[in-house]
């Protein structure tokens, strides 16, 4: 249909969205947008979390080569060498809590504490408590 038989219909030619388009499209963006703020900080949450699992790993994994090298356990973490180990594995920052790393020269055992140097009460993202790390 060109512009002059239209007009002669009476049926006015569309230029552009309406205003109701437009705002179904806004809509529809920001229900996306929203979805995917909420996605993206459960995904931190849970690394911060695996995050908190892999250091406490790393920690018992070289207190376990210590003990098979010299037979006995590291008087403290800081006796420790490698890369892998710094000063800021000894604190930890979690989806719910946070805390320090404690030591069991005796046992040779590596283990969570809150800010109060208590186990901690806190659950991750899993409902797993830190203290069972």
């Known amino acids: ?6 007009a002669r219909n009476g049926v006015k ?3 552009g969205f309406s205003l ?3 705002f179904v499209v806004i809509s529809i963006i920001a229900v996306l947008s929203s979805i995917a703020v909420v996605n993206i900080s459960a995904r931190s949450k849970l690394a911060k979390d695996v995050s908190v699992k892999n250091n406490l790993m790393v920690l018992r994994g070289a207190v376990s080569r210590y003990y098979a090298v010299n037979s006995k356990f590291p008087e403290s973490l800081r006796k420790l060498d490698g890369a892998e180990l710094k000063n800021a594995y000894l604190k930890w920052d979690a989806a719910n809590a946070s805390g320090g790393v404690a030591y069991d ?9 809150d800010n109060n140097g208590a ?6 993202l899993k409902g797993v408590s830190y203290a069972e790390y």
Do not use: Q, T
């Open 119 to 124: 186990a901690p009460v806190a659950r991750d």
């Open 105 to 113: 020269p005796k046992k040779g055992l590596v283990y969570l504490v």
């Open 13 to 15: 030619r569309r230029n």
């Open 20 to 22: 109701i388009e437009l």
């Open 1 to 6: 249909m060109n512009d002059f038989s239209a």
